[in-house]
């Protein structure tokens, strides 16, 4: 007989969350704190979502996201987690940029940034302390129209130079654009200018398990294997999760799963009304990524001056389309010294990350698509040579995952690496207006996503929820920006 994963949960909670990203695990757990009954079902067998982790034989962990994130996480781990977790968090001091306009090295905050513009770019320091207070002073009251090459335009006219040392590693963090409304660039640079780039000291696997006996600690029933396949709503309420056969009543929905997917296929378009259905199709989902996961022998190094995070291109000039093009000119290259887990095995892994679209993926043949998984190993390794020397004889072991991958182990839309573009961002907030007690909290227009945005997006959902079962108010995330 088949394991029963909802074996011994209640017929009832007060809040069901769907999904255990780094959104839905923050709600779970502020909302249990406050003394809810809270019911997290996750369809993958592990919690994380994007926020995870796979081991391979010979002790090699390989971290998926952990490649990055500001500072403003030691906050948010502190508040919404433990004092250990936050505790975990470490700044990443070599961050390189290596591109035919040039080469450098930074730890990426304002001071340094400031420095490198002056006196590599030849900027005057009024341009520079200009563009930083601007983006630092943007929120969402601000035009949304202006996009953020018109904010580069104001600045730094012509100098493409910039532009791309400012932008390139915001595209991979985010998978923003140009085109993108510049609130949207403005918020996430200014994070990440505040002391530059910060991970987690022994893993994501370590964080997760962290999360997770906090989660016990507070009560969370949390149930993996659980494939949410609708949530009912009766009266313009939620009322009920359908989930392994069974009907559990509810108060209220978290959904951490993807926004669409929450929309359209958990709860039906005939809940809600035609112009939000309207607005939720319209949504633009943001790109995929590949990966390439390589581990060292066990006896190799690399030395730390190659760096800890390294925006790598060949292509003339930064170009979003080229970014997610299959022609890979771009990689993003993130290295796992042995301190990134002190406790475990010593091992250096590489990992390559490049931003790609789903449907240059989604619909190859099998054999074709494991053909160019091969390649994309193999030409991943060439661009790694330069920095990495004699690497193919260095390895112990190499793959890759692709938009599939993504979209295989969390059920995102065509494998969205960072939920949706700026309008999902609305669309999210509205969710409750729509039906009383369903929310969205998960990566959502560019700035809601990420570790820290999908971690923050988190906690403000709780607060909601948290409102809705205390009073019955309707005081949504919307109105606490
Ligand atoms: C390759 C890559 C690199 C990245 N690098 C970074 C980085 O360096 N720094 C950074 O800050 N961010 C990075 N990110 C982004 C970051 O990982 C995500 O934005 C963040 O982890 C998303 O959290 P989330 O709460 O939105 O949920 P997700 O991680 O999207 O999780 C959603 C969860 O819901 C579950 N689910 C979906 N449908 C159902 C259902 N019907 N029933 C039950 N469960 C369901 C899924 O299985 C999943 O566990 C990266 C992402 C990728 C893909």
């Excluded at 000039?317 to 993003?332: E, H």
């Amino acid at each position: 007989m088949p394991k029963d994963f909802l074996k011994d949960a209640k017929d009832e909670y007060d809040v069901v969350v769907i999904g255990s990203g780094l959104a839905g695990l923050t709600s779970a757990n502020m909302l249990a704190r406050n003394g809810h009954s809270i019911l997290l079902l996750e369809q993958h067998y592990k919690l994380g979502g994007m926020a995870t982790w796979f081991k391979r034989p010979g002790g090699h962990i390989f971290d998926i996201s952990l490649h990055g994130f500001p500072y403003g996480m030691v906050k948010s781990c502190r508040r919404y987690w433990t004092q250990e977790i936050a505790d975990s968090i470490v700044q990443l001091e070599n961050i390189r940029f290596d591109n035919p306009m040039f080469s450098l090295t930074t730890n990426f905050n304002r001071v340094d940034f400031t420095k490198l513009l002056i006196e590599k770019f030849n900027l005057t320091p009024e341009t520079v302390e200009g563009f930083f207070d601007k983006s630092r002073k943007m929120d969402f009251q601000d035009d949304q129209q202006m996009t953020t090459r018109q904010l580069f335009d104001e600045f730094f006219p012509g100098r493409e130079d910039v532009i791309r040392l400012l932008m390139e590693p915001i595209t991979y963090a985010n998978g923003s654009t140009l085109e993108d409304p510049a609130i949207s660039y403005g918020i996430v640079f200014s994070n990440f200018m505040s002391k530059g780039v910060f991970t987690f000291r022994g893993g994501t696997d370590r964080l997760i398990h962290l999360m997770q006996a906090e989660l016990e600690k507070n009560k969370v029933d949390i149930r993996i294997r659980c494939d949410v396949e609708k949530i009912h709503c009766e009266g313009g309420r939620v009322s009920a999760v359908e989930v392994g056969g069974r009907k559990i009543k509810t108060q209220a929905v978290v959904s951490n799963a993807n926004l669409k997917q929450t929309i359209f296929q958990l709860v039906g378009e005939e809940y809600f009304d035609r112009q939000f259905v309207e607005d939720a199709q319209a949504v633009r989902l943001n790109n995929s990524s590949t990966q390439v996961y390589m581990a060292l022998k066990p006896d190799e190094r690399i030395d730390e001056t190659t760096g800890d995070l390294l925006f790598s291109s060949t292509a003339p000039v930064f170009q979003t389309d080229l970014l997610l093009s299959r022609d890979i000119t771009s990689r993003t290259f993130s290295f796992y010294y042995p301190h990134t887990r002190p406790e475990g095995r010593q091992r250096c892994l590489i990992v390559s990350s490049t931003n790609a679209n789903y449907d240059d993926w989604a619909h190859l043949p099998e054999d074709e698509y494991q053909v160019s998984k091969k390649d994309l190993v193999e030409t991943t390794l060439d661009a790694l040579d330069k920095y990495v020397p004699n690497i193919r004889d260095r390895i112990a072991h190499a793959e890759a995952s692709t938009p599939r991958t993504f979209q295989h182990y969390t059920q995102h839309v065509a494998g969205a690496s960072f939920g949706t573009k700026f309008e999902g961002l609305k669309v999210s907030f509205d969710v409750p207006k729509q039906i009383e007690g369903l929310y969205h909290a998960g990566s959502v227009g560019i700035i809601m996503s990420g570790w820290l945005g999908a971690m923050n997006y988190g906690r403000m959902v709780a607060g909601d929820v948290d409102n809705l079962l205390a009073t019955g108010g309707s005081r949504t995330a919307a109105s606490m920006v």
